[in-house]
């Protein structure tokens, strides 16, 4: 049944033709995302053509321990506005953050969509998963988030964990991480994952991702699980400020001429040297600007655990230990052993020595 | 846990705690092992003794010129890859920040070197590492006296330095996975040292004080 | 042919019939002796640089590596690891660092007496400053607690501490001291009860030169002062410094010093012989364990004192060039820089220096007790051919020295080279320059 329903749905390509979008400014908009992707710029043709005749997808877009912030920056995502069409087209079954329905409403929608789609469609995840109490942190409609996210994935075709905290746990999961929270990859290990970290991501980052999926499906994953084309660099290897770092010039301080001058930042906790994401390329509100741009060292939110990473503002070689004397505790047990093991000699030298002392005194 | 956060975290305060027990170990045992009376009729005072031996602290990491016909050769290699060690872990900007936030020090008057001019510094120190080894191999003198302290303290500090350059220049992988190799490398290397050769680097201090002391107490050459 | 090859095995003295087990405990407790926090700091500090090899005549000249000062102290090194060292414990349950055997120590006889003279050349060039001569040194004393010392130089440690000379001689030295004096018409003072100042001669120096204990005499009988030569402490030397042993050194220094004592002598003069000077100056007061009641000096310091208060007096030399050998115990180890060359300075000698002079001079290749070792013979002369050629570098015409072993072996060494030089005494000189 849900097959036959599958083919009644239209391509990307003829909703596109629906809405009046010409094929000059389609292929512009796959040029924008294969060369983002930096695809070769041969593949654009290809790749127009693959999304073309992609049908619509249905997307359950389930939210879990979240801020919103990731579907504030994807709502969000500026020109080319072919995007967001994308975006119209694609049948968002579920998202109880957008949808008028409520309630049981809005449960039921979901499960009709799933059940329609079932082995079809696209499961988002955005938030961390709470484990702890069998995931009592964490429930909606009566069923414990770790449960919905079983059920949904179990029908899904994909899952794209959408931000830091679905893909790692996020600041969810930040020490000493009260609620056990995980991310998607944590728990479902069955069905292709693809993680899209950030916090939030980069609107075009996520797009493209999902873009890139409906032509030609799973891309190529880094082993954290994002695609390479996005995550592929650190923010260093592409950061403006990179020849700073090469000449040795450091802002000290967020208020000094070196910052004014806009010097390396690393000095000032910058994540850029670990942190892969595609900030410095891509940039941000519309190539706008980007953290480091505005004065501000990379916080490094599209990795793991970035949370836990010591203070943002301590470089990224700080240490990540608080000693509470056991330092202190090691250097007096070492005088102590030293001290020790020093009488001993002493003791041993003078029954070694005994009988050679007592022939020369003699 | 990613392997960077163990290398800086967990691993580096064992490595820290190893480093500050084995060196206090060590040294408190070395100088409570008793000391000799000595009763001879001394040629200089022992205050005047003491200026000399700390004069000979100093003198000492100069050659006499007598010597360095021979030993010219070796004393440059040892004094270049020293200098350059020194300079790349007390001046390279990546290191004193380190240092600075292990110390929980603001120490603002710490100058840095450029990092293109410390990739210079540590490609030399890497050659200069590669002569010594191979000259703790070729001559026969070093090659007889040396034994495992010698050459494991110097396969960590190739992987010290090998990690190092990889991470500055972005080569052969993953920043974070070098640089957390690094690390480990350099924990490895507070965790040998009080058990090791490296020791000298306090060793130093009292062994060329008490040869300029004695010395001066009896005349003799320092 | 080369001496290193040579295994000493069964050469220890015939009267010491010690079983293995014995001789390491024995070397064992010697070392353990010498375990201190100085002795320690010395052994920790060694990086392994093999620099003292550099310093070292007998490595320059063969460049076999096994001459490596630091190589030398490997026993003791060891035993310290092993019995004292902050790890000791794990050293020994783990077997890092194996028990010093007899085997090993047979085995390192040679590297401890035939190629080490204590010449303390590579305490010099060591960058940590390890005193690695005295590391060698507490080697040999370990080798003579076990029985393992040489036996020329055992044997004769053994009779002058029994009979206050190394060997039996024709007649007894005081008998040839006396006859040295008046075939030179001059009245020495001889077993005086009281004196001043006691006077040593190296027995090397009655045996072969008698022109230096002719010049003992001379200058002491000019100088006017109170003086003896008492024959139950006449010689200077002391065999048992060389065996390393630290009970007969101690039992021949005691000859000297009681008789210091019961001269109530304010200062004992050590002859010309370099060994002699550090067995007294600088360990008898350490062996004996007290402060001695009187000073020790060598005879060149002593006269260089008199010199500078202007009580000798000595003549010009006619414009000859000298060149001279800083003997180790003397310049290097006992610290006597000046004395020789403001002596030569007074007698307007032309002095040309060596290219390694004063602390840096390189030693005759006998010292230490090498001289009396016939299996360090070929080593010894292959040492001495680097100094000799240094000293022929000044382009002097003349040579001289101030330690009658020095000479004993520039002897050895002239002959087997067919040098064009003889070694002279410096005392001999001023001697002969004394004005009247």
Same mark, same amino acid.
Request: proline letters at 5%; aromatic letters at 10%; a neutral charge.
């Given at each position: ?362 | ?35 000799? $009376?000595? $009763? ?11 200026? $000399? ?58 100058? *840095? ?100 002391? *004695?010395?001066?107490? $009896?005349?003799?050459?320092? | ?189 001889? &077993?005086? &009860? ?198 022929? &570098? ?43």
């Amino acid at each position: 049944m849900s097959t036959s329903n599958r083919k009644e749905r239209p391509t990307i390509g003829q909703i596109m033709d629906e809405n009046g979008v010409g094929r000059r400014r389609f292929l512009k908009y796959c040029a924008g995302i294969t060369a983002l992707m930096a695809m070769p710029p041969g593949m654009t043709a290809a790749f127009a053509q693959q999304l073309r005749a992609a049908r619509r997808p249905t997307v359950i877009y389930m939210p879990f321990q979240e801020c919103t912030g990731c579907l504030e920056s994807l709502t969000r995502s500026f020109a080319p506005s072919l995007e967001s069409l994308i975006f119209e087209t694609i049948s968002l079954d579920y998202n109880h953050t957008l949808q008028a329905a409520a309630g049981h409403a809005a449960e039921e929608a979901r499960h009709e969509a799933m059940k329609e789609a079932w082995g079809e469609y696209i499961l988002i995840c955005d938030g961390s998963i709470p484990t702890k109490l069998d995931g009592i942190y964490g429930a909606s409609a009566g069923h414990s988030f770790v449960d919905q996210l079983h059920e949904a994935a179990e029908g899904a075709a994909a899952i794209v964990a959408v931000g830091v905290c679905a893909s790692y746990g996020g600041v969810g999961a930040a020490y000493p991480n009260p609620t056990g929270a995980v991310g998607v990859s944590d728990i479902i290990k069955n069905k292709p994952i693809i993680n899209v970290p950030g916090c939030p991501p980069i609107p075009e980052v996520m797009t493209g991702t999902l873009v890139s999926f409906l032509a030609s499906g799973v891309p190529e994953l880094d082993k954290h699980l994002r695609p390479k084309a996005f995550f592929g660099n650190t923010i260093h290897d592409r950061c403006y400020r990179r020849r700073f770092y090469d000449t040795g010039l450091f802002a000290e301080s967020f208020d000094d001429e070196g910052a004014r001058n806009g010097w390396c930042l690393y000095k000032l906790g910058c994540r850029g040297p670990t942190t892969y994401n595609a900030c410095a390329t891509i940039k941000w509100n519309g190539g706008t600007s980007w953290p480091v741009e505005s004065g501000h060292g990379c916080l490094g939110c599209s990795e793991p655990d970035f949370w836990d990473q010591g203070g943002f503002y301590e470089p990224v070689t700080s240490k990540l230990f608080n000693d509470t004397g056991q330092i202190a505790g090691a250097a007096a047990a070492g005088v102590a052993v030293g001290a020790a093991a020093a009488l001993a000699a002493n003791r041993r030298k003078k029954k070694l020595s005994g009988q050679v002392d007592k022939e020369t005194s003699s | 846990m990613t392997l960077l956060e163990f290398s800086r975290g967990t691993m580096l305060h064992i490595a820290l705690i190893v480093f500050v027990f084995g060196v206090l170990w060590r040294l408190v045992t070395t100088f409570m092992l008793g000391w000799r $009376k000595r $009763k001879s009729e001394w040629r200089t005072s022992a205050g005047q003794s003491a200026v $000399k031996g700390a004069i000979a602290v100093g003198n000492r990491s100069w050659p006499h010129p007598e010597f360095l016909n021979r030993t010219a050769f070796g004393e440059a290699v040892g004094y270049g890859y020293h200098i350059g060690l020194f300079a790349i872990v007390l001046l390279g900007a990546p290191h004193v920040v380190f240092w600075k936030n292990l110390f929980g020090i603001n120490a603002s008057w710490w100058p *840095t070197i450029p990092s293109g001019i410390i990739s210079v510094v540590s490609v030399v120190t890497i050659f200069l590492l590669l002569i010594a080894t191979i000259r703790r191999y070729m001559p026969p003198p070093l090659r007889r006296i040396s034994n495992f302290d010698d050459w494991f303290t110097l396969v960590i500090l190739f992987t010290l330095m090998i990690t190092g350059v990889m991470a500055v220049f972005g080569i052969g992988g993953r920043y974070e996975l070098i640089l957390a190799a690094h690390i480990i490398a350099f924990n490895v290397l507070l965790i040998w040292f009080p058990f090791s050769k490296l020791m000298h680097a306090f060793y130093i201090l009292p062994a060329r004080f008490f040869i300029g002391y *004695t010395h001066a107490k $009896k005349g003799a050459s320092t | 042919m080369n001496t290193a090859t040579q295994t000493y095995s069964g050469k220890a003295a015939p009267e010491d019939r010690l079983s293995p087990s014995e001789r390491e405990e024995r070397a064992m407790a010697e070392f353990a002796h010498h375990f201190g926090a100085y002795t320690a700091t010395n052994l920790e500090s060694c990086i392994h640089c093999g620099m003292c090899a550099d310093a070292c005549h007998y490595y320059i000249a063969t460049e076999d590596p096994k001459y490596t000062p630091i190589l030398k102290a490997e026993p003791f090194k060891q035993a310290y690891r092993r019995e004292s060292g902050a790890f000791a414990p794990f050293f020994k349950l783990f077997g890092l660092k194996k028990k010093v055997t007899t085997e090993q120590l047979e085995e390192w006889q040679e590297l401890l007496f035939d190629s080490c003279s204590q010449c303390g050349r590579c305490s010099l060039i060591c960058p940590m400053g390890i005193e690695v001569a005295e590391m060698i040194e507490i080697g040999r004393r370990g080798m003579a607690a076990a029985g393992l010392a040489p036996k020329p130089l055992m044997d004769r440690a053994k009779h002058q501490a029994e009979t206050g000379q190394p060997e039996e001689s024709d007649r007894p030295y005081s008998e040839v001291l006396q006859d040295i004096a008046r075939d030179h018409d001059l009245n020495v003072a001889l &077993d005086k &009860d009281k004196a001043d100042i006691l006077l040593c001669l190296p027995r090397t120096d009655l045996e072969q030169n008698p022109e230096s204990v002719a010049a003992m005499i001379k200058i002491f009988n000019k100088l006017g002062v109170s003086y003896t030569f008492r024959s139950d402490a006449l010689i200077a030397e002391n065999y048992g410094y060389y065996a390393g042993s630290r009970g007969l050194q101690k039992r021949i220094t005691k000859r000297i010093t009681d008789a210091a004592k019961k001269l109530g002598a304010k200062l004992v003069i050590v002859p010309e012989c370099g060994h002699a000077y550090t067995a007294l100056r600088w360990q008898a007061a350490e062996i004996l364990g007290e402060e001695l009641p009187f000073r020790v000096r060598h005879v060149t310091e002593f006269l260089a004192e008199q010199l500078e208060a202007g009580k000798l007096k000595l003549s010009k030399v006619n414009g000859e060039s000298f060149a001279f050998h800083d003997p180790c115990q003397l310049v290097r180890k006992g610290g006597i820089m000046d004395a020789p060359r403001q002596l030569m300075d007074a007698m307007g000698v032309n002095l040309l220096e060596m290219h390694n002079k004063k602390g840096f001079s390189f030693c005759c290749g006998g010292g230490g007790g090498v001289n009396d070792l016939d299996s360090a013979r070929e080593l010894r002369s292959r040492a001495q051919q680097l100094k000799l050629r240094e000293i022929d &570098d000044t382009g002097a015409k003349r040579f001289l020295t101030s330690c009658s072993d020095c000479r004993v072996s520039f002897n050895e060494a002239g002959e087997h080279y067919d040098w064009n030089k003889k070694t002279e005494s410096l005392i001999e000189l001023v001697a002969t320059q004394i004005k009247e």
